[in-house]
Nanobody, 124 residues
Framework: EVQLVESGGGLVQAGGSLRLSCSAS????????IGWFRQAPGKEREGVSC????????YYADSVKGRFTISSDNAKNTVYLQMNSLKPEDTAVYYC?????????????????WGQGTQVTVSS
C-alpha cells in the first residue's frame, strides 16, 4: 500500500522555524520525485518545493526561495522541508506528494500519490 505521511506541523511565531517530514512507503522512493504543496483557506493548492531523490535536483517557488530548504534521506525514504523565517502568509495545510517520473515539477496533476497533510500556523 502506497503511503505518504506528513509530520512536523504546528504553531509557530513569525520569524520562527519548523521542519516538516514526509515519510514514504509502498513504492520505490528513489524512482519518484517528491513535492511539497500547501493550501491556505479559500485558496488553491500551490507548489512550494520539490526534489528528485535520485539526483538531488530541487525546485523552489519564489515565495519560499531562500527561506525553505528541501532535502531527502533515501535510506529512510523521507523528505524534509526545513522552513525558516516563517511568515503569517505561510499558514496553510502542507501536503507532500509523489510523481513519476521524478520530475522537479509543481504541476499538481502530474502527481500520483498524496499525503493527508499537516497544519502549519504562523502567528504574527
Amino acid at each position: 500500500e502506497v503511503q505518504l505521511v506528513e509530520s512536523g506541523g504546528g504553531l509557530v511565531q513569525a520569524g520562527g522555524s519548523l521542519r516538516l517530514s514526509c515519510s514514504a512507503s509502498g513504492f520505490s522512493f528513489v524512482e519518484y520525485g517528491i513535492g511539497w504543496f500547501r493550501q491556505a483557506p479559500g485558496k488553491e493548492r500551490e507548489g512550494v518545493s520539490c526534489i528528485s531523490p535520485s539526483d538531488g535536483s530541487t525546485y523552489y517557488a519564489d515565495s519560499v526561495k531562500g527561506r525553505f530548504t528541501i532535502s531527502s534521506d533515501n535510506a529512510k525514504n523521507t523528505v524534509y522541508l526545513q522552513m525558516n523565517s516563517l511568515k503569517p502568509e505561510d499558514t496553510a495545510v502542507y501536503y507532500c506528494a509523489a510523481v513519476w517520473p521524478p520530475l522537479t515539477t509543481t504541476l499538481r496533476y502530474k502527481y500520483d500519490f498524496w499525503g493527508q497533510g499537516t497544519q502549519v500556523t504562523v502567528s504574527s
